[in-house]
């Protein structure tokens, strides 16, 4: 059988970690930064993990990164 391919935007976009878990980019901060609160602009930093049924989405796109 040939190889899975692993689809292109989910290999740019989510890292899985050695214990499994999905990481992503925070959303929501790409403009409207003026009317997002200073807390939220915090909170939003760097990434985040995936939650489960998310992750088993993203899993999915990716067979070879388990």
């Not at 059988?1 to 899985?16: D, E, I, L, N």
């Not at 409207?32 to 939650?51: N, W």
Request: aromatic share 6%; no cysteine; hydrophobic share 35%.
């Amino acid at each position: 059988m040939p190889k899975m391919k692993t689809k292109s935007s989910a290999k740019k976009r989510f890292k899985v970690t050695a214990t499994g878990k999905v990481i992503a980019g925070q959303a929501g901060k790409r403009h409207g930064m003026i009317k997002r609160t200073k807390k939220f602009i915090r909170d939003a930093r760097g990434t985040t993990v995936l939650s489960a049924p998310d992750a088993k989405i993203v899993k999915g796109f990716m067979p070879y990164d388990r």
